[in-house]
């Protein structure tokens, strides 16, 4: 296949990771209302940290294969793929907000000249490409689906910290389309992208069905972590077990699998909170009782109380005890912090009185600052953190903390307590050294 010309509305962890990866062999060409991220962008550096990025998008700048820009009607001139990739955030009620898919749409039909797919690419709610992102983009241009633009839903799966690596290597890629020659020119532009994809994993079905395909693995993934995590808590009751032999045990079920099953702080970041609440919002407006999504959301804001109830117990009073929170990120390998659990503890142990906070983590500290200010104190290095500390909280499993021994704690800290909320540690290892509370792990009282 020749190189394709391709524009990706949104230039965040899905936009630009696609971007990045395509400009491998295409012309990709990003659009975004953030002027900053434009500019950083063709100044050959990522906005955000993911491993792999900065390379990828340094060679595509090098190759001229990939630009960046704020003006959608350039961008869309010669495109014959136009990605939409816009974030879906929640409303305060927990309902999608779909003003940026919305008004990326309003852009695209006023500036489509020619025939060119759009790939609705931002998670959205069964019904919205067709209902809402292809009646803007007909109102606005004049223009027939199906006869002058094509429509379709592809749902992005890639995890952050993994994402150049799952965009590059995905399990499967499902598209969302009701028209052949959108379907057909999808498949083609995938079965090129990925040669080794055999073509049991490139699966085809209508948009409605694509769209429900996300949320519904949104949901059993989530609902893995706060499986068990349940279990984790009955763990913490019962003398001699721990969750991460139960686990071990439970996971090498080939129907169950091992993914997704550690036990811990819970799940945060920008797809499991908001699109659980989504499918709420959205079940319960046609009439379906979401009982599963609403338990794993449940199950997941205990997981926060729980950690903070093992600091409490231990500690007492918050006020005069110095506390090491080890990670601000949602998960390793990324600098993103929305929806963390990290932040959510800090503000609890806050609201419950604590005023010397210290959080560590190797790349959020920016992000997390935005969020505190000078309520709190910040360093990149663990070391620093636990020094003179009465408690440490591993709330992020950077590998990082994995390297703090237990002679460190003991030689570091005032008083030798650590919270594992993440399981990185060997309790053995810390018998009689260091106090160590594990989160599904015998708790004695
Ligand atoms: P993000 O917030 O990192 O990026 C969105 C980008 O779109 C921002 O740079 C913003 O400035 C830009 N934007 C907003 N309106 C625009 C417009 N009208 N024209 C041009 N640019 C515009 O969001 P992220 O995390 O990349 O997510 C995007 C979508 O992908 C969401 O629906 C999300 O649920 C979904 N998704 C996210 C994954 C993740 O790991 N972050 C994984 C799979 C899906």
């Not at 962008?41 to 990025?53: Q, V």
């Not at 136009?82 to 003003?99: A, C, H, Q, W, Y």
């Not at 046609?286 to 500690?315: C, G, H, M, W, Y």
């Amino acid at each position: 296949m020749s190189e394709r010309n391709i524009a990706i509305i949104g230039a965040g962890y899905v936009g630009l990771v696609a971007a990045a990866c395509f400009a491998k062999k295409h012309n990709v060409v990003c659009v975004d209302i953030d002027e900053d991220k434009v500019e950083l962008i063709n100044n050959a550096k990522a906005p955000f940290y993911e491993p792999g990025l900065d390379e990828l998008i340094k060679s595509g700048i090098k190759s001229g294969k990939l630009r960046a820009t704020n003006d959608i009607n350039g961008a869309l001139e010669s495109a014959e793929f136009i990605f939409i990739s816009v974030g879906t955030p929640s409303k305060d009620n927990g309902e999608i907000d779909l003003s940026y898919v919305k008004s990326a749409a309003h852009d695209i039909g006023k500036a489509l000249r020619n025939y060119a797919v759009v790939v609705q690419r931002s998670t959205v709610v069964p019904g919205t490409t067709r209902n809402v992102v292809k009646k803007i983009i007909e109102e606005q241009s004049g223009r027939k689906a199906d006869k002058d633009f094509g429509i379709a839903f592809v749902p992005e799966f890639l995890r952050e910290g993994n994402a150049v690596h799952d965009f590059m290597e995905p399990d499967r890629v499902v598209i969302g389309a009701d028209d052949d020659r959108v379907t057909d020119n999808l498949l083609e532009l995938y079965r090129d992208f990925y040669p080794k994809m055999p073509d049991s994993a490139l699966v085809t079905m209508s948009i409605e069905s694509a769209e429900l395909v996300k949320y519904a693995s949104n949901l059993f993934l989530a609902t893995k972590i706060s499986f068990a995590n349940e279990v984790a808590e009955l763990a913490e009751k019962i003398p001699n077990v721990d969750i991460v032999d139960v686990m071990r045990g439970v996971g090498l079920d080939k129907r169950i699998g091992p993914s997704y099953l550690g036990a811990g702080a819970g799940f945060g970041g920008s797809c499991f909170p908001k699109d659980l609440n989504a499918i709420v919002h959205f079940a319960r407006k046609i009439d379906v009782p979401p009982f599963i999504t609403e338990a794993v959301l449940k199950r997941n804001r205990r997981q926060i109380e729980r950690i903070v109830s093992f600091v409490v117990d231990q500690l007492g009073k918050l006020d005069d005890k110095r506390i090491a929170v080890l990670g601000l990120s949602f998960k390793p390998g990324t600098s993103d912090t929305r929806e963390s659990p990290a932040l959510k503890i800090v503000n609890e142990l806050m609201r419950l009185g604590a005023k010397d906070i210290i959080a560590c983590d190797p790349k959020a500290v920016d992000e997390a600052k935005r969020v505190f200010g000078e309520s709190i104190k910040y360093t990149e290095d663990p070391f620093e953190a636990i020094k003179n500390a009465d408690c440490a909280v591993v709330v992020t499993d950077w590998d990082e903390f994995k390297n703090i021994s237990p002679d460190d704690f003991a030689g570091l800290m005032r008083n030798p307590l650590v919270i594992d909320g993440r399981r990185i540690y060997q309790p053995e290892k810390f018998e009689g050294r260091v106090k160590l509370i594990c989160v599904g792990r015998y708790i004695q009282r």
